[in-house]
């Protein structure tokens, strides 16, 4: 059997077929004009960064939801725009702290600092009314304080020579 390819075709009257159902197409065709009454899909991947998280069926939903610091925008052509709120914050290290680009560290001379010390209980106060004293604070109480002169004053007594050094 030969086929060919007929560019137009005007038929009146009723067309005969192998495998053609004359009911099933005047039912179909009764229903009116169904252009654009369906997807032109069945489903799409949704990925986020290469990782697929979901399949949208067709008829389904996609909701895009911003964050408290994020905005969602639809433009023509379907486009979606994501956007981050820029608070433009600015950071300075303080003292005894480096700061490179986006990287805060400790400084490795801590020699512009007033305090160092485990918490507020147990610390060495620097320069004690700008004369250059050190007070030491042990379980919240003052200690001890070594003065600009050399002179060391402690609350207690002092031990020389002590076995507490010796391993």
Do not use: C
Not at 93 to 115: I, K, M, N, Q
């Amino acid at each position: 059997m030969a086929s060919k390819v007929i560019d137009d075709l005007n038929v009146t009257g009723t067309i005969t077929a192998s495998g053609y159902n004359d009911s099933n197409w005047n039912t179909a065709y009764g229903w009116g004009n169904h252009s654009g009454s369906y997807d032109n899909y069945g489903s799409f991947n949704l990925k986020t960064n290469g990782l697929q998280r979901t399949t949208v069926t067709s008829g389904g939903t996609l909701d895009i939801v911003a964050s408290s610091n994020m905005t969602v925008a639809y433009g023509a052509g379907g486009v979606v725009t994501l956007s981050s709120a820029n608070d433009n914050t600015t950071y300075s290290a303080g003292l005894g702290l480096d700061l490179t680009g986006t990287s805060f560290s400790v400084e490795p001379d801590l020699r512009d600092v007033s305090h160092v010390g485990k918490d507020n209980n147990n610390y060495i106060q620097f320069n004690v009314g700008n004369d250059g004293n050190m007070d030491f604070y042990v379980a919240g109480a003052w200690s001890a304080r070594l003065e600009n002169d050399g002179t060391l004053h402690v609350k207690g007594d002092i031990v020389a020579f002590s076995d507490i050094f010796i391993e």
